[in-house]
């Protein structure tokens, strides 16, 4: 049969690794984490609402019988609306800029349209 010393001093080196075991088992402990498509549902947000914006503005620019046969394009960007395409004259890029910039929801307009040359 062991000795008495010797059994104690496997229990102590048992139990000194369990606690170990467990502390570090304690420190992995989760915490509560916001949902993996908490930003994806976010960024959903913004995209449904540029997509709205652009649909709103195009439909602001067809409305206008003289901007209604201009080959313009609009797009959004968190409310920054950008005009791209060709017009006859200057005074048709004011009013389209306009236009644009009075629709609601707009921060700002960019101007990427270009005089058709003649």
């Given amino acids: 049969m062991q000795s008495t010393p010797f059994i104690q001093s496997r229990f ?4 000194a690794l369990a606690l170990a075991a467990f502390a570090f088992i304690a420190g992995c402990k989760s915490t509560p984490a916001t949902p ?38 609009v797009a959004t960007y968190r409310g920054v609306v950008q005009l791209s395409g060709y017009v006859e004259s200057e005074g048709q890029i004011q009013k389209a800029l306009a236009v644009a910039r009075g629709v609601p929801g707009v921060q700002s307009v960019s101007n990427e ?3 058709r040359s003649q």
């Fill in 113 to 115: 349209l270009h005089l």
């Fill in 36 to 73: 993996a498509n908490a930003n994806a549902n976010a960024g959903s947000e913004v995209a449904t609402d540029d997509a709205a914006l652009a649909a709103r503005v195009k439909a602001a620019i067809v409305a206008d019988p003289e901007l209604r046969v201009l080959p313009m394009s």
């Fill in 12 to 15: 102590l080196i048992v139990a």
